[in-house]
């Protein structure tokens, strides 16, 4: 019995030594590891409040940012949000710092510099210049609200771009760009992810056609394309989206009939189409709707022999009907 357990211990105490160290470089190893990891994660959040420091350096108006210094956490700065987002580090996940009077060029920001970035909301500043390629940079991007500023040009063809590209912005719930002076044609893939809820790009110069991934953004509650320069068939702009329940296209130079379809946006509450070139009768679908309340479809070609019809409309609004 003796040699027995003499010869089991013999047997099993090289795996022991083998077990403890092993156990020993694990910890070793991870005691070493977990400086530099520290160390490149506090190089980030360094990184990021650096390139905000850069572009606030070219502010006209600084004295709103006096506590974005290199002497404190950006996590500490007016406007900013840090979270974890998955490392041990902070990382900055929001910047907003709407109506403060900021009056400078956006495309001098380093958009790269902010990999986790959520939300970015300049609105109710003075910013002008034009929207750089670069933001596409932001693919976690779920907020951009830059309206009502000063931008003009063109927005860049890297918007929406495909899920597998490096630099996208199919994660966009709000995309704002209300009132500002954008100019040119719209890229077809703009509103390409679905997870869209709100599109805003009223007030400015936009000309050509409705991109037409708006009739795949299933999830929009509303948008604004009004008082632009749009052409098309408004029968073929739009698709079924369940949830909207605002729509205004007033003022621009689309032409058509109302389509059916719209009847299927069962939400809806208010339609605003005046302004336009649209013809044909107003389809009983869109009259009937529950939940419409606001229904302008004056200065157009509209015409509504039905009697029944007319009267519905008439309740729903108390405005010019047809041209």
Known sequence: MKSLLSSKFTATFPTLMMVMVLSLLVLLFSNLCLPVFSMATASNIESQGKALLQWKATLETQELLNTWTSKTSPCNWTGITCRNDGHLMPTITRVQLEQLGLERKLEILNFSALPSL??????????????????????????LDLSNNKLTSVIPSEFGMLPNEMANLTNLIILDLFNNNLSSNLPPNLV????????????????????????????????????????????????VHPHLDYIDVSFKKLSGTLSPTWGACLNLTSLKISGNRINGKIPWEIVQLSKLQLLDISSNNLNGKDPKRVRKIISLISLEHGK
């Open 118 to 143: 959520r939300v970015l909301n300049l609105s109710n500043n003075h910013i002008h210049g034009y929207i750089p390629a670069s933001i596409s940079a932001l693919s976690k991007l779920a907020i």
């Open 192 to 239: 390409k992810g679905s997870l869209l809820q709100y599109l805003g790009l009223g007030y400015n110069n936009f000309q050509g056609l409705i991109p037409i991934s708006l009739k795949n953004s299933t999830n929009l509650s509303r948008f604004r394309l009004d008082r632009n320069l749009f052409i098309g068939d408004v029968s073929q702009s739009f698709g």
